[in-house]
């Protein structure tokens, strides 16, 4: 059995790998006592002021492999940090793992130095054992790498994502948007163009919120928003959960989900979301049923679902939330540490 459970994060908080990182660290912690976090020294006071931890063992990431106790299980969260694991930490794990979040050459241009970067890391992950949580990232890396993978279930903190009741009949309903136009294959710019034409329209009973970005930075990027939408900036974890659960909808116009965890959140939530239909939201998603999958390119067919669920009577906007929160029922921050202490107890 692996001495200890170390999670080796490179990168900035708050990204929806890092969340899924933060939250099952701490849920190994105080669940079964074993679980680290190590990240870079530039960004661990971050770390330790923007997420509510309960658990102390996060520490600061060295290439020291003293830091590293022996007989521990490592578990790599990117292709950079894989590197460095197999280079400094590899003799002193009881096994290395890549937890693979999402399919990271679709990150960069082709031919790119990136790209190449995020190639070669999964050669190298032949070394480790491959970790993902949805099947649509399994069939990805399996296609395109040819090595084996383990599936673990996605986490949700519903200490913090939790359906609110039923609003009263002829209340306005609200949309919400997460804007990233540092993100490319988030699709800011078409999401911006959808919430702006449903802002115009005076029969929709519909408030449009939005967070992820502040208005200069969506200046930066030549996106400009009706004054009718409400931006929230950016926001920490907690405060993104409450903007979300306080939400009907949710929109996502993403290129595409390897999971979608803004999406996995609100449907835990009782939130209804109008999302992209490529990647891994049509696995947990039903069209019509707990959701609307569209094509992302299609800014038409993406303000028409709006407009549908929007006019939706009580009683079956109460039937998709119900359809939401059963689709995501089996996901939790608890369920998936037991996946991962059940993974790496034999190690």
Same mark, same amino acid.
Request: proline content about 5%; charged content about 20%.
């Given at each position: 059995?692996?001495?200890?459970?170390?999670?080796?994060?490179?990168?900035?908080?708050?990204?929806?790998?890092?969340?899924?990182?933060?939250?099952?660290?701490?849920?190994?912690?105080?669940?079964?006592?074993?679980?680290?976090?190590?990240?870079?020294?530039?960004?661990?006071?971050?770390?330790? +002021?923007?997420?509510?931890?309960?658990?102390?063992?996060?520490?600061?990431?060295?290439?020291?492999?003293?830091?590293?106790?022996?007989?521990?299980?490592?578990?790599?969260?990117?292709?950079?940090?894989?590197?460095?694991?197999?280079?400094?930490?590899?003799?002193?794990?009881? $096994?290395?793992?890549?937890?693979?979040?999402?399919?990271?050459?679709?990150?960069?241009?082709?031919?790119?130095?990136?790209?190449? *970067?995020?190639?070669?890391?999964?050669?190298?992950?032949?070394?480790?054992?491959? *970790?993902?949580?949805?099947?649509?990232? %399994?069939? /990805?890396?399996?296609?395109?790498?040819?090595?084996?993978?383990?599936?673990?279930?996605?986490?949700?903190?519903?200490?913090? #994502?939790?359906?609110?009741?039923?609003? %009263?009949?002829?209340?306005? +309903?609200?949309?919400?948007?997460?804007?990233?136009? &540092?993100?490319?294959?988030?699709?800011?710019?078409?999401?911006?163009?959808?919430?702006?034409?449903?802002?115009?329209?005076?029969?929709?009973?519909?408030?449009?919120? /939005?967070?992820?970005? &502040?208005?200069?930075?969506?200046?930066?990027?030549?996106? +400009?928003? &009706?004054?009718?939408?409400?931006?929230?900036?950016? =926001?920490?974890?907690?405060?993104?959960?409450?903007? =979300?659960?306080?939400?009907?909808?949710?929109?996502?116009?993403?290129? #595409?989900?390897?999971?979608? $965890?803004?999406?996995?959140?609100?449907?835990?939530?009782? =939130?209804?979301?109008?999302?992209?239909?490529?990647?891994?939201?049509?696995? #947990? /998603?039903?069209?019509? /049923?707990?959701?609307?999958? =569209?094509?992302?390119?299609?800014?038409?067919?993406?303000?028409?679902?709006?407009?549908?669920?929007? $006019?939706?009577?009580?009683?079956?906007?109460?039937?998709?939330?119900?359809?939401?929160?059963?689709?995501?029922?089996?996901?939790?921050?608890?369920?998936?540490?037991?996946?991962?202490?059940?993974?790496? +107890?034999?190690?």
């Amino acid at each position: 059995m692996a001495s200890e459970i170390t999670f080796v994060l490179r990168g900035r908080p708050f990204g929806g790998g890092a969340n899924s990182v933060a939250q099952e660290f701490a849920a190994l912690v105080d669940n079964y006592g074993m679980g680290r976090l190590l990240v870079e020294p530039q960004h661990l006071d971050v770390f330790r +002021r923007g997420y509510d931890w309960s658990v102390t063992a996060l520490d600061r990431l060295s290439a020291d492999p003293q830091d590293i106790p022996d007989g521990a299980a490592i578990v790599a969260t990117t292709n950079d940090s894989l590197s460095l694991v197999l280079d400094e930490f590899s003799e002193r794990a009881s $096994r290395v793992y890549y937890y693979v979040q999402d399919y990271e050459p679709l990150f960069y241009p082709r031919h790119s130095r990136q790209h190449t *970067v995020a190639i070669a890391s999964y050669g190298r992950a032949k070394a480790a054992v491959a *970790v993902v949580k949805t099947d649509w990232l %399994a069939q /990805v890396l399996m296609s395109r790498t040819f090595f084996p993978v383990v599936k673990i279930r996605p986490s949700l903190d519903r200490t913090i #994502y939790r359906p609110r009741p039923l609003r %009263a009949d002829g209340h306005r +309903r609200t949309l919400v948007a997460m804007l990233r136009p &540092s993100t490319p294959r988030r699709g800011s710019q078409r999401t911006v163009a959808v919430i702006n034409r449903l802002a115009q329209s005076a029969s929709l009973a519909l408030d449009i919120e /939005v967070f992820g970005t &502040s208005n200069d930075e969506l200046g930066m990027a030549g996106l +400009r928003m &009706s004054p009718r939408i409400r931006n929230h900036g950016r =926001v920490s974890p907690k405060q993104a959960a409450e903007i =979300v659960c306080s939400s009907d909808f949710l929109l996502d116009l993403s290129d #595409y989900q390897a999971f979608g $965890r803004t999406v996995a959140e609100g449907l835990a939530a009782g =939130v209804v979301p109008i999302v992209t239909d490529r990647g891994a939201p049509p696995s #947990y /998603v039903t069209h019509g /049923v707990s959701g609307f999958l =569209v094509t992302p390119s299609d800014i038409d067919a993406a303000y028409d679902y709006v407009k549908q669920a929007t $006019r939706l009577p009580d009683d079956e906007l109460a039937a998709m939330r119900l359809a939401a929160m059963e689709a995501v029922s089996e996901w939790s921050v608890d369920a998936t540490a037991s996946d991962w202490f059940a993974l790496t +107890r034999d190690s």
